[in-house]
C-alpha cells in the first residue's frame, strides 16, 4: 500500500510513525511538505532537534501535491491546517485515493458536498480524525447511555479548557494554525472533538445558541472562549470551550434520573453517583492507543472496502454544528439546523 501524509507537522509525523508500526514495510510512505523542518516532533509534542524526521520515517517528500498524486497513493492522510483540508482532499478523492481528513474537515461547508459526492461516486473509504471516539472510557459511557443505566437523560455538560502556549510546546504559539483565522483556527474548530462527541453520544441538535470571542489577552486573532448549549438531541448539551486556562480539563458529564456519571478524559476515569455501574479506570492510559487503533481503522477499511469508525458524513456534522456555534457567537441569536 502506498500512503501519503500531506503535512507532517505533529500529527502528520504521529500518523506515519503509527502507519509505519502497524503495517510495517509494507507500506511506502511519502510526503506533501512546505516548509521541510527536518526535526522529530515526538508522541509527548517535543522537538528533537538531533533527529532527522524524513530519514527516520523512510519517506520519500514532494513540495507540490501534483508530484505527490504522481505516485498513486492508494490514501492520503490530510494532516495540513485545517483551511487547506478540502482542496487538498478533492484533489486526492479526484485521483481516486482513500481519504484520512484530520479534524476539522473544513473550516468552510463550501464545497464539502463536491467532496462527499466524489467520495460516494468513486466507492471511495473516507474517514475523519476523531480519536476521542475510541478511548475505551468514551466507549464505556456510551454503552452505559444506550443502556439506559442513568434513566431519562435530563442534561449533560462537555468541557474542554487549556492554556494554548501549552498545546504544542516545540512552536510559538502565535504562529500555529490553531491561533489564525486564515488558517481556519481557534477553540471551536480546532477542538471540534467536543461537537463530535456530543453528537455521538447525545444525538444531532437542531438549534445552537452560542456566546464567547477573543476574551483573553493572548495574541490571536481568533475565538479563545465559547460557550454553547445544543438543542434537540436526546437531551440539551452544553459545550464550554477555552483555550486561555492554565489548568487543563477535558470532561463530560451527565445527569439523568437515576443519577449522574462524570467522564475525566485526561485521567481517563468514569465514575457514577450513586454507583449505578462500576466506576472505570485505566492508570497511565497511553494517549497514542486512540490514535493507533483509528489508523488500524481507516487502514482495515480501505484494505477490505468497509466503512470507517468516523465516517466523512459525522465529520461533516460535526463541521455544520461547529460553524453554527461560532455563527450563533458572532450573530447573538440561535441558529437552527436544518
Not at 37 to 57: F, G, I, N, Y
Not at 235 to 260: D, E, H, N
Not at 295 to 323: S, Y
Request: aromatic share 6%.
Amino acid at each position: 500500500m502506498r500512503i501519503l501524509i500531506a503535512g507532517l507537522g505533529a500529527i502528520g509525523q504521529r500518523h506515519a510513525r503509527n502507519v509505519r508500526a502497524l503495517r510495517g514495510t509494507a507500506v511506502e510512505l511519502f510526503a506533501l511538505r512546505s516548509r521541510r523542518l527536518r526535526h522529530v516532533v515526538t508522541d509527548v509534542l517535543t522537538k528533537d532537534e538531533t533527529r532527522d524526521v524524513e530519514s527516520e520515517l523512510g519517506l520519500r517528500a514532494f513540495e507540490h501535491l501534483d508530484e505527490a498524486l504522481g505516485v498513486k497513493p492508494d490514501a492520503v492522510f490530510i494532516c495540513t491546517p485545517s483551511s487547506r483540508h478540502l482542496e487538498i482532499a478533492q484533489r486526492a478523492a479526484d485521483a481516486g485515493c482513500h481519504l484520512f481528513i484530520e479534524k476539522p474537515v473544513s473550516n468552510t461547508m463550501e464545497g464539502v458536498e463536491r467532496l462527499r459526492a466524489t467520495v460516494a461516486g468513486r466507492g471511495l473509504v473516507a474517514m475523519v480524525g476523531s480519536q476521542w471516539r475510541f478511548h475505551p472510557c468514551v466507549r464505556a459511557l456510551r454503552e452505559f447511555l444506550e443502556a439506559g443505566v442513568l434513566g431519562r437523560l435530563e442534561r449533560a455538560e462537555v468541557e474542554y479548557a487549556e492554556y494554548l502556549p501549552d498545546w504544542h510546546p516545540y512552536e510559538d504559539y502565535r504562529t500555529s494554525y490553531a491561533a489564525r483565522a486564515e488558517l481556519g483556527g481557534g477553540v471551536v474548530l480546532t477542538q471540534i472533538h467536543d461537537y463530535d462527541l456530543a453528537c455521538w453520544l447525545f444525538g444531532v441538535p437542531r438549534r445552537v445558541t452560542a456566546t464567547g470571542g477573543t476574551l483573553s489577552d493572548l495574541e490571536i486573532d481568533v475565538e479563545d472562549t465559547a460557550s454553547a448549549v445544543l438543542e434537540g438531541g436526546r437531551v440539551a448539551v452544553t459545550v464550554r470551550q477555552t483555550f486561555a486556562s492554565r489548568s487543563p480539563v477535558r470532561t463530560i458529564t451527565v445527569t439523568g434520573a437515576r443519577g449522574s456519571a462524570t467522564l475525566d478524559l485526561l485521567r481517563a476515569r468514569l465514575t457514577f453517583s450513586p454507583a449505578l455501574a462500576p466506576d472505570s479506570a485505566i492508570a497511565e492510559y497511553e494517549r497514542n492507543q486512540m490514535f493507533i487503533e483509528e489508523a488500524a481503522n481507516f487502514l482495515g477499511c480501505v484494505e477490505r472496502r468497509e466503512t470507517p469508525a468516523v465516517t466523512l458524513d459525522d465529520g461533516i456534522t460535526a463541521l455544520r454544528v461547529a460553524l453554527a456555534v461560532k455563527e450563533s457567537m458572532h450573530s447573538g441569536v440561535t441558529v437552527e439546523l436544518a
